[in-house]
Each structure stands twice: as C-alpha cells, then as structure tokens.
C-alpha cells in the first residue's frame, strides 16, 4: 500500500515541476517582451515629444507613456519575481530535495546510507514535504505571472490610446503648419488688385 502512495507521490512532484517549468517559461517570455517594449518605449519618445508643440499633447503623452512605463516595469518586476521566487528550504532534513542531498552530512556515502536505511513511510513523508514545498512555489510563481499578464494588458491598452493620440497630434500639427504657411504666403489675386 505505501509503494502505492509514494508512487503516487512521485508523480505528483513531476507534476509540480511541469507546473514550475511552464511558469518559468512564460515568466521569461514576458520579462524580454517587457524590456524590449520598454527600450522601444524610451528610444521613441523624443520623436514622439517633437510631433506637436500643444500642452494639450504633451500632456496626455506624458499621462499614456507613464502609464505605459509603469506598466512594463511591473510586468518586468513580476516577471523576475516569478522567475527567481523567495524561497527558503525547509527546516527538515529532506532526502528528496536537490539543496538538502547537495549538502548532506558526509557526502555521497552518507547519503546513500541515508536513504538505504529510510522507511518507506519516511520516504512517504519526504515526498508529502516535497510536493506542498513545489505546490507552494507553484502557486506563488503563477500568481506572478498573473500579475505580469495584467500588467501586460494595461500597457497594451495605453499602447492604443498613445497611437491615437500620435495619430490626433500630428494631425492637429499638419493642419496648424499648413494653416500658418496659408497666412505667409500673400494671395496673388489680391496683389494683382493692388497693383491695377
């Protein structure tokens, strides 16, 4: 009965770790999109600064793109966090965990007479330890990810506003140029009345 539980055990911690490997996958996906964006972000903006002088632009930029910014670097904090997550091992001598048998008392030898000499009810419990251990990190890793992925959404959608606004102020600054050169330019109708 108890070969039948710790194997069950067994395939619970590999599970866990599909678990944590996906969240590592998708922490680090987002944590380069989140810099690359970022970097695009800021290498923009002085051209996006220069496409019109009104306040009424400049401010509503200001308002999108630190929203933007502030968006990325949360999906980036989250991401790192979800990648790289607090953790400390337990207290227990663990036969199972990779930082209780890289440091075992004795080496090599004394590990192995560790687990030689273990029941398999003490395995079982071992295996117990391990698998909330690997749940709890789990747990914590997708919980980041989910923030990042928010993040991710809000920086999207500004990314939306800040391409109407883009779209708007350069308008508004084509028409306003074209409209300044209109006045300049004397109209030569009006010059031919004045000379006959």
């Known amino acids: 009965m108890t070969d039948n539980k ?7 911690l590999k599970r866990h770790d599909a678990h944590i490997t996906s969240a590592n996958t998708k922490s680090g996906m987002i944590l380069s999109f989140g810099v690359a964006s970022l970097g695009v972000l800021i290498a923009l903006m002085p051209h ?4 019109n002088n009104g306040v009424w632009y400049k401010s509503t930029l200001v308002i999108i793109a630190l929203t933007i910014f502030v968006g990325l670097l949360s999906a980036i904090i ?4 979800a990648l790289f997550p607090n953790t ?7 036969l199972v965990s990779f930082v209780h048998t890289s440091s075992f008392d004795g ?25 909330h251990t690997l749940s709890v990190v789990a747990a914590g890793k997708f919980s980041n990810v989910k923030d ?12 939306l506003a800040l391409i109407v606004c883009l779209i708007v102020g350069s308008t508004v600054e084509m028409n306003l140029s074209e409209k300044a050169s209109q006045v300049q ?7 031919v009345n004045q000379n006959g």
Not at 6 to 12: A, S
Not at 185 to 191: G, V
Request: net charge negative; glycine share 4%.
């Open 107 to 131: 080496g090599a030898e004394a590990y192995f007479q560790a687990v030689k000499s273990a029941t398999d009810d003490e395995s079982l419990k071992d295996l117990c330890y391990q698998s």
């Open 148 to 159: 990042a992925v928010s993040a991710i959404k809000v920086s999207f959608l500004s990314t």
């Open 6 to 12: 710790i194997t069950f055990q067994l395939e619970v």
């Open 88 to 94: 400390t091992p337990g207290s227990r001598n663990s």
């Open 78 to 81: 989250y991401s790192f966090l």
């Open 185 to 191: 330019q004397p109209n030569p109708k009006s010059q």
């Open 48 to 51: 996006f600064w220069s496409l």
